[in-house]
Structure formats: structure tokens, C-alpha cells
């Protein structure tokens, strides 16, 4: 060893015993790990995106029907019971649409229509509903064997008139042959001859009597009191 190297041995040697560390080499950056750093930049759009969705379908209006007033079951649906709500589009709940509001003029009332409500396809039928046990009973009435403004949805009890049987010009008794009977039609057409055409449920078992009666014209309607009309 020549006296240079020595010297160089002897001066780091001596730097050890004083505390002296040399500098340690630099080490390499860890590694980033790329998947990871795209996957989530990738759920952090996908949130947003799903957000911008859900406003966007909240925000898809459609104009349906809404109920105004109360309608009877086995009535029609008339103009002023109605009125234009705008709703968010649901696929799942087949709403009657404003637009398809003249089509009520020949459908009925499933069942008792409530104020306040919207309007789908499964609480209109396209013929007059009748309950368990009851039919429908057609009467052609001349004026004063029906109250005036008779309407669809009434509540009617259906009376015998001009019985013979009778005590000083008055019947005994006037036989009722339907009581609290539900109005579903109301035909004005032929007014002009003298006659309404009036459809109302009554029980099975007396719509024979009802039938006959009235192809008599003896039958008259006296509407129930209290009746909630349309």
C-alpha cells in the first residue's frame, strides 16, 4: 500500500470514530400501483354519472289524469272531474294520461273513484259494472217518472206506479221494486220523443218485476236522499 492509499484509509477511519456516516445512495421511488389509482377515478365518475341519471329521470315529467271530485263506481268519468297532473314516469304504474282523457267518454268507473287520486287503467272498465248478485236493468222513463238531473252515479229506489189497486185515487201501498239502486247510464238521446233511457243495478231476483213494470211504464225513480253525486 503506498502512502496515498494510506493516507485515505487513516482519514476515513477517523471519520468513522467522530460519528461521521456517509451519505447513503439514493433509493429507487416505490412503485406506483396504476390499477388501483384508475379504478377509482373510475367508481368516483360512475357516482357521478348514476346522480346526473337519477336527477335526469326525476326530472322526466308526464302530464295524467287526476281526480277532482268524487266519481261513483259504475258511473262515466266526466270532463269537469277531472284535471292535468304532471308526475314522474314510472313504468310500473300505468297511469291514464291527459292525453288520452276523451277516451273516458265511453268507460266506467271500476270502482268509487276518491278525490285526490290519479287515475290508471285498472279502475275503469269498458262496460257498466254490476256487484255480486245484481244485474243491469234498462227502464225507458217519461218526464215525472225520474227526479230532474238525474246523473250517473245516483242512488234511486225504483217504484210501482199506477197500480189499480186503489183506495180513494191512492194505492194502498206502492209497492217498491228496487231499493238504493245505482244509476250507471243515463241516455238522453231520446229526449225529443218524451223518453230517457235510464240503466241501473238492482238485485237478480227483481229484475224480472222491474222488467215487467216498466215495459208498462209504471216505474218511477225517486232518488235516495243523501245520495254524493258527481
Not at 429507487?28 to 377509482?40: C, D, G, S
Not at 268507473?109 to 287515475?119: H, M, R
Not at 244485474?135 to 250517473?152: F, N
Amino acid at each position: 500500500m503506498n502512502s496515498k492509499d494510506s493516507a485515505l484509509t487513516a482519514a476515513r477511519s477517523e471519520g468513522n470514530r467522530a460519528g461521521y456516516v456517509p451519505p447513503r445512495l439514493p433509493s429507487a421511488p416505490r412503485e406506483r400501483k396504476p390499477l388501483l389509482a384508475t379504478l377509482a377515478v373510475l367508481l368516483i365518475i360512475g357516482g357521478a354519472l348514476g346522480s346526473v341519471l337519477l336527477v335526469i329521470r326525476s326530472s322526466h315529467l308526464v302530464s295524467v289524469v287526476g281526480v277532482d271530485t268524487r266519481v261513483a263506481a259504475g258511473s262515466r268519468v266526466p270532463l269537469s272531474a277531472i284535471s292535468e297532473v304532471q308526475v314522474a314516469e314510472n313504468s310500473d304504474i300505468h297511469y291514464v294520461l291527459w292525453s288520452q282523457r276523451d277516451q273516458l267518454a265511453s268507460l266506467y268507473a271500476a270502482t268509487d273513484l276518491v278525490q285526490g287520486s290519479l287515475l290508471v287503467g285498472n279502475m275503469l272498465t269498458p262496460t257498466p259494472p254490476a256487484t255480486a248478485g245484481q244485474v243491469l236493468a234498462g227502464l225507458s222513463l217519461k218526464a215525472g217518472q225520474y227526479p230532474a238531473g238525474l246523473r250517473e252515479g245516483d242512488l234511486v229506489n225504483a217504484f210501482l206506479v199506477g197500480d189499480d189497486r186503489a183506495t180513494g185515487g191512492l194505492p194502498a201501498a206502492v209497492p217498491k221494486l228496487a231499493d238504493r239502486s245505482r244509476v250507471v247510464r243515463v241516455n238522453t238521446d231520446d229526449r225529443s220523443a218524451g223518453t230517457v233511457q235510464v240503466t241501473i243495478t238492482v238485485p237478480a231476483d227483481a229484475a224480472g218485476a222491474l222488467a215487467f213494470a216498466s215495459a208498462g211504464g209504471k216505474v218511477a225513480l225517486v232518488l235516495v236522499p243523501g245520495t254524493a253525486r258527481n
